[in-house]
């Protein structure tokens, strides 16, 4: 049914899908949360983005759904990071939408930048403990560099998506706590 769809799309008949566009956007959301694989999430993102080029409004319901949903498989440590990258490309693809959604964009970044500097102190609590024993990282400290990259990587996405406006008023703050952040991790790893 998707491949028809698509190939109805791609043929410019984008009057045959809008009939039923919104059912088959919630259709592909549900879809979205029930899959189990990272390499379904795509194939469902690339429908979504078609409809969302041709019928930004019908997306715009299901918006804040769709991006908590791509955030949760980009920070999901099983995805490899090519899919990571794919998907958290994915983002841009969805521009209109988040001009409506700001202050969801907003409190995004804020949420990923809080969970960014809590990871961070544990890093640096880890690396403390490991240097007074002269051991190796642990796998604590591990796991949380890991999840800071994979935090760090929708953290970009999202702000390179949140427009020129929004970067210059309320992006600042969160680019300078992301920079503190990132500097912090920088002297951790040389410490080492």
């Known amino acids: ?27 592909l959301v549900n879809l979205l949360e029930t899959v189990e694989h990272y390499q379904m999430v795509i194939p469902i993102v690339v429908h979504l983005q078609q409809i969302a080029r041709l019928f930004p409004l019908v997306i715009s319901s299901v918006f804040k759904d769709i991006i908590d949903l791509l955030v949760g498989w980009s920070l999901d440590p099983v995805v490899p990071e090519r899919a990571r990258q794919q998907i958290t490309t994915t983002f841009a693809n969805f521009e209109e939408n988040w001009n409506e959604h700001l202050d969801f964009a907003e409190a995004l970044l ?45 953290f970009v996405g999202i702000l390179s998506c949140s427009g020129e406006t929004f970067v210059k008023n309320q992006g600042e703050n969160f680019v300078k706590r992301f920079l503190a952040c990132i500097e912090e991790m920088s002297k951790v790893e040389h410490s080492s």
């Open 110 to 154: 804020a949420k990923l930048i809080d969970d960014m500097e809590a990871l961070d102190t544990v890093v640096r609590t880890s690396t403390l403990s490991i240097q007074k024993a002269k051991g190796f990282p642990s796998q604590e400290a591990a796991s949380a560099l890991s999840e800071i990259s994979r935090l760090a990587a929708c």
């Open 1 to 27: 049914l998707l491949s028809v769809i698509s190939q109805t799309m791609r043929l410019g008949q984008q009057d045959a899908v809008k009939t039923f566009a919104e059912e088959l956007v919630k259709e």
